[in-house]
């Protein structure tokens, strides 16, 4: 048979080892490593296994591609999607200086190819994050060849033509150089900072581009470019309100540089401290929402450039609308502050607001002082709250130009509704130019001069309060005023006059208690028909009502008349008092009285006269230099004192330094001797009451005021005895029977008398 069961078995062992190591060798990721033992009947060995492929990522840190062994660096790591969540670069003190990564790229319109340069190059369209951990830094600088790419970038040539060929100047695409670069959309997120800088040359495109969003979530964000600072070709630009600094400017002079820039879509600003810089500070295709923040918009084109058919602007927003509802915005510019003229899109058939101001602070202000540069450049203007200040400069310029850009009439105009808090437009010629004129429903002020000191005038609220859009075509013609302001607040007292209640004085006496104003100052009248800011002043006693209005200052209007009534009282005539120093305690009719006279000077009177009068039965006990005349225990060297007889006179000639004080006469007195004190006496005849009084004038008048009547009281005692030559009654020492000396003719009539009525008893 010749071929054994032994040798057979062998052959089909070795075929089945050849067969199953074939098939292991075409099995997708099998690359054995190590030989199949050698065949001993073949006399060879099996092919040994390959390893792994490194997993590569459309990612480039510098010049090196990341990937699945390469996905750390200094600075830098990388974690790719997964599970959701989007791939993610954490950059933690990450610092680069270079050309970058650089690929062949075509433009996104499909018209050319050029070269894209970037330190940070993320090369797809899905969304890249970038987490910030620390400090980091790109700077771009140009290609070691002068700007062109290096060797084998786009393929290598044949021989030294073909090599000048390629590098044609003619046929080479574009360099353009960023600091980020991204195909898709960009997040940026974290607490520390990072700085993208290409600006320093000339090629330099933008510090951060995306074809599709960017969003700035926190952390700070400087970036530079050469035309762009942030750069959003089809998405929008959103920085929100946990971000930090952000900054976006450009180095280039051209008319297309642009701080900020979504080409078709928008820009939203929720917070942060945001400054964008370029010819035109912010730009888009689509709308401007501001909700929060800080956001300064600048033009930084020299004060000497030349207005081009690009307007130099701080915010550029030509078929959107610009919507602040919170934060604070200041727009600098050029030409204008705010460019928002709306031009209609495509399918639009009719305008809409170009500028909607909800809330928040605006500021916008133009420099050009050759043309026409205006604060706000809006087709159609409605602010409903907020603040607004709009300044234009030129000679042609205004401060808010409402005026359509296609050039129709009786369809811009500007709105202002009750909830706005402050609006302000001023320009050299004229505050506000609008087609249909300017609807409002708050009070405002014009003025004929941009400094607002002149020519103030109120304006009225717009027709029965209408302030809709719509409405609007009944708004009224501003243009005359170089400044205007709405509302018009009235200018109100922070303290308000206060009447008085005031003695007649005889002298002009101001009438109310000056109150303070906020906004204006104070102003009376006494017949409310002309005011004044003196104080008013009257004379005579009654009643006045005085009127007062606030007069607003250069932005306030005045306030409604109010009134204060005061009174000065009638003529006050003080009525003297007196006192004695004895009352009825005399012990002898030597002893002394001591009288006090007190006189009240009024506030009107310029001269004083007092006199009193003393009872026969007395007499004084000292001359008239020896009257003590006193003011608060001054003696007034200028009274005039004299004694006539039984008036002793103290007279005042100019009495102005004694107005509401009181003045004091003191002068001695005693009982004359032999004085008839009978008519005196009272009904017991033990007590005789002599009476004493004062009297005053002022100023020489007919009218004359006198004391209250007061006695000064001597004790008498019974009559007992007679003496020729005695008085009917006279003092003696107190407690003493009073003696009566009866004349010798009354004796015996007396006598007489007596015996008649003795014998008229004894005959009945």
């Known amino acids: 048979m010749g071929t054994t069961l032994e040798s057979k078995l062998q052959r089909l062992a070795l075929s089945l080892a050849v067969v199953i190591t074939m098939v292991l060798g075409l099995m997708p990721g099998m690359c054995p490593g190590k030989a199949l033992a050698d065949d001993a009947g073949a006399g060879h060995a099996a092919p040994a296994l390959k390893p792994a492929a490194d997993e590569t990522y459309p990612l480039w840190i510098g010049e090196t591609q990341v990937t699945s062994t390469n996905n750390t660096g200094q600075g830098w790591s990388f974690v790719p999607a997964a599970n959701g969540n989007p791939a993610t670069l954490t950059l933690s003190g990450f610092s680069y200086t270079g050309p970058g990564h650089v690929e062949t790229l075509q433009d996104y319109d499909g018209e050319w190819d050029y070269y894209r340069h970037a330190p940070i190059f993320w090369n797809a369209e899905s969304e890249l994050v970038v987490e910030l951990k620390g400090e980091s830094s790109v700077v771009v600088t140009a290609d070691s060849a002068d700007g062109s790419v290096s060797e084998g970038i786009v393929g290598e040539a044949d021989d030294e033509d073909d090599e000048e060929e390629y590098y044609d100047e003619d046929e080479d695409p574009t360099h353009n150089y960023c600091g980020v670069f991204c195909a898709g959309s960009l997040t940026i997120r974290g607490a520390r900072s990072l700085t993208a800088n290409a600006g320093a040359i000339e090629d330099g495109d933008a510090g951060i581009f995306a074809k599709g969003d960017v969003n700035i979530e926190g952390g700070s964000v400087s970036a530079t470019g050469y035309a762009y600072g942030i750069y959003s070709y089809e998405g929008t630009v959103a920085i929100g309100a946990n971000a930090g600094t952000v900054t976006a400017e450009t180095t280039g002079a051209e008319h297309s540089l642009h701080g900020i820039s979504a080409e078709y879509g928008d820009v939203t600003i929720d917070g942060g401290t945001v400054t964008a810089r370029g010819y035109r500070g912010i730009s888009v295709g689509g709308d401007i929402v501001i909700n929060g923040g800080e956001v300064s918009a600048q033009c930084s084109v020299p004060e000497s450039y030349t207005t081009s058919i690009m307007a130099p602007c701080g915010i550029a927003c030509d078929y959107g609308t610009l919507t602040v509802n919170g934060g604070s915005l200041t727009a600098k510019g050029h030409q204008y502050g705010i460019y928002a003229v709306r031009h209609p899109s495509s399918g639009e058939t009719e305008l809409v607001p170009g500028i909607v101001i909800n809330d928040g602070s605006v500021v916008a202000e133009s420099r050009e002082s050759e043309s026409s540069a205006i604060g706000i450049n809006g087709c159609i203007m409605t602010v409903k709250g907020g603040s607004v200040q709009a300044t234009g400069s030129g000679n042609k310029a205004y401060g808010v130009s409402a005026i359509n850009s296609n050039g129709e009439s009786g369809s811009a105009s500007l709105v202002v509704e009750e909830g706005v808090s402050s609006f302000i437009a001023q320009g050299p010629a004229g505050a506000i130019n609008a087609d249909t004129g300017v609807t409002n429903a708050v009070l405002g002020l014009g003025y004929s001069d941009v400094a607002g000191t002149e020519g103030k005038t109120a304006i009225a609220v717009g027709t029965e309060g209408e302030v809709s859009v719509e409405a609007s075509a009944g708004g009224k013609d501003l243009s005359g005023y170089k400044r205007v302001l709405f509302p018009a607040t009235a200018a109100s007292a922070t303290t308000s006059p206060a009447g008085k209640s005031l003695p007649y004085t005889g002298q002009p006496q101001e009438l109310v208690t000056a109150g303070t104003a906020s906004g204006g100052t104070i102003q009376y009248s006494l017949d409310g028909k002309t005011y004044v800011a003196e104080l008013p002043i009257a004379t005579d006693p009654g009643t006045y009502t005085i009127y007062y209005k606030l007069v607003g200052d250069a932005s306030h209007v005045d306030s409604q008349v109010q009134t204060v009534t005061s009174t000065i009282a009638e003529k006050a005539y003080p009525v003297p008092t007196m006192s004695n120093s004895k009352g009825s305690a005399f012990a002898s009719q030597t002893d002394e009285i001591t009288y006090t006279v007190n006189q009240e000077v009024p506030n009107w ?14 007499q004084y006990t000292m001359d008239a230099s020896d009257v003590a005349v006193t003011c608060e225990g001054a003696t007034l060297s200028s009274a005039k004192v004299s004694v006539d007889g039984q008036r002793l006179t103290v007279a005042i000639d100019d009495a102005t330094a004694l107005r509401g004080k009181t003045m004091q006469i003191s002068y001695n007195a005693k009982l004359r ?76 009539l007396a006598a007489a008398m007596l015996a008649l009525a003795a014998r008229r008893r004894m005959r009945d």
């Open 605 to 618: 009177a310029t001269s004083v006269r007092t006199w009193v009068d003393l009872e026969s039965v007395l």
């Open 673 to 748: 001797s032999g004085a008839e004190l009978g008519p005196y006496l009272n009904a017991e005849g033990n007590v005789a009451s002599v009476p004493y009084q004062a009297h005053t004038s002022f100023d020489d008048e007919s009218k004359v005021v006198s004391s209250q009547v007061e006695n000064v009281k001597f004790r008498v005692s019974a009559a007992s005895g007679s003496s020729a030559g005695a008085t009917k009654s006279s003092l003696a020492k107190t407690g003493d029977a009073m003696s009566y000396a009866v004349p010798a003719a009354l004796a015996e």
